[in-house]
């Protein structure tokens, strides 16, 4: 897979959005100011006195309006700064991860596009008002009427919006969503192993930071001129510093320089969800063990972020996982990447729940009942670590009660809800 596209890159940037506004909002006064004095200019050359005083009573109260707009705006803006501050703060609370939702929330962005749009269009008449007295904010006046409705449609939308994403379970539902979008990267391909040792072992130097993801198709490209095979050591979203193995070389080929196979690498200072399914679960896992934490003490949310860790294991139990193959345009193998095994995932998903929420009934039943529906389905290879689970949760119950059968065996049954 390519780097992600400039789209991706844009939606973790809460940069363009505010930028593309104030650009609009500034050529859309310049244009309209322009039609306002050709209007003006043409109702005195044709000396049409009731166009004129028409323009007049209308751009004179629309000169009035746009000051009154100007000054509103400014006001407006910090109000919707201070709700976004204060939502962001509390979905730290769910776990800091999930901040990078509000970031790429369109709305929001818009928001602030449309608001900041609307200040500098008002700004702006007003100057080019006072710089050219005749002409009457005419078709001024009816723009910045259409941009304040807009903004205050606009703002409903974001406060409904704001409050859906304040939720736990809009926010479990959306990281659920996005890592259920990364799974179909896996369908695409086959777990592919190396026979033999590899003839050389490249490694990283350079800045230290996390593998955000990985240029797969150049990386195959680089592999193709040298004549060789390259497996990538590090999972995407594991943290790279000098001297850490990046890629074993096999085949009869040449060794790529280490400086070509760094360009098909993009480091940064936290993990993305491109490439990386297990980011999805290693938030989910997060929001359920801080739900589950003794100033929180909420199991409800915690069987919530279950409920769609489950979801996401029943779709990845059949999966190719451990290694995935990636070909030239020839279609020879050229690069094999490293994911996730299917035993890193499930431990992924039940341990720290199972630790956390041991001595939780509502927990246990729920993660007894998961354990049976992908024992039922799940391949006998895919088996030994959803076992390996039930007896560690079997034990896990049994320490938390240890002088109470009947809790014991209630905290064991399976129950879809936890307790209903």
Request: net charge neutral.
């Amino acid at each position: 897979m390519a780097f992600p596209t400039l789209r991706e890159r844009l939606r973790d940037s809460f940069l363009l959005g505010p930028v593309v506004g104030l650009v609009c909002g500034f050529f859309l006064a310049t244009v309209t100011l322009t039609i306002d004095a050709e209007i003006h200019d043409h109702a005195v050359d044709s000396d049409d006195s009731s166009l004129l005083e028409y323009i007049d009573n209308v751009g004179g109260a629309g000169a009035t309006v746009i000051g009154t707009i100007s000054s509103a705006m400014l006001t407006f803006i910090g109000v919707v700064f201070s709700i976004t501050l204060v939502a962001l703060q509390m979905a730290s609370g769910f776990t800091p991860r999930v901040i990078r939702l509000y970031v790429r929330n369109r709305v929001t962005k818009t928001t602030f596009a449309l608001f900041l749009c609307t200040f500098l269009f008002a700004l702006r008449v007003q100057k080019g008002r006072f710089t050219a007295e005749e002409a009457k904010p005419f078709i001024s006046s009816f723009i910045a009427m259409g941009l304040v409705i807009a903004c205050l449609v606009l703002f409903v939308v974001y406060v409904d919006s704001t409050l859906r994403m304040m939720r736990v379970t809009h926010v479990i539902a959306t990281v659920a969503g996005e890592t259920s979008r990364e799974l179909w990267y896996l369908e695409r391909g086959a777990e592919y192993r190396l026979d033999g040792p590899p003839v050389a072992v490249v490694d990283y130097w350079g800045s230290g930071g996390v593998l955000r993801y990985a240029d797969v198709d150049r990386l195959a490209r680089v592999a193709r001129r040298h004549d060789c095979v390259v497996k990538l050591v590090p999972r995407v979203g594991d943290f790279l510093v000098n001297g850490t193995p990046l890629v074993e070389v096999y085949g009869g080929g040449r060794v790529p320089p280490p400086y070509e196979l760094a360009r098909t690498l993009h480091m940064g200072t936290e993990r993305t969800m491109h490439q990386d399914f297990a980011f999805g679960f290693r938030q989910l896992s997060d929001i359920a063990a801080r739900a589950l934490s003794s100033a929180v003490n909420d199991p409800t949310t915690a069987v919530h972020a279950f409920d769609r860790i489950h979801m996401l294991l029943v779709a990845a139990v059949r999966l190719p996982l451990g290694t995935r193959a990636h070909c030239d345009r020839k279609g020879a193998v050229r690069v094999i990447e490293a994911v996730p095994e299917w035993s890193d995932v499930v431990d992924l998903a039940y341990t720290e729940t199972r630790l956390f929420g041991a001595g939780s009934p509502q927990v246990t039943r729920r993660l007894a009942a998961s354990l049976d529906d992908l024992l039922a389905i799940a391949p006998e290879h895919r088996r030994a670590p959803l076992e390996r689970q039930r007896a560690e949760l079997r034990a896990a119950v049994g320490a938390a009660y240890p002088d109470a059968p009947e809790d014991r065996a209630f905290a064991l049954q399976p129950d879809r809800q936890g307790i209903g």
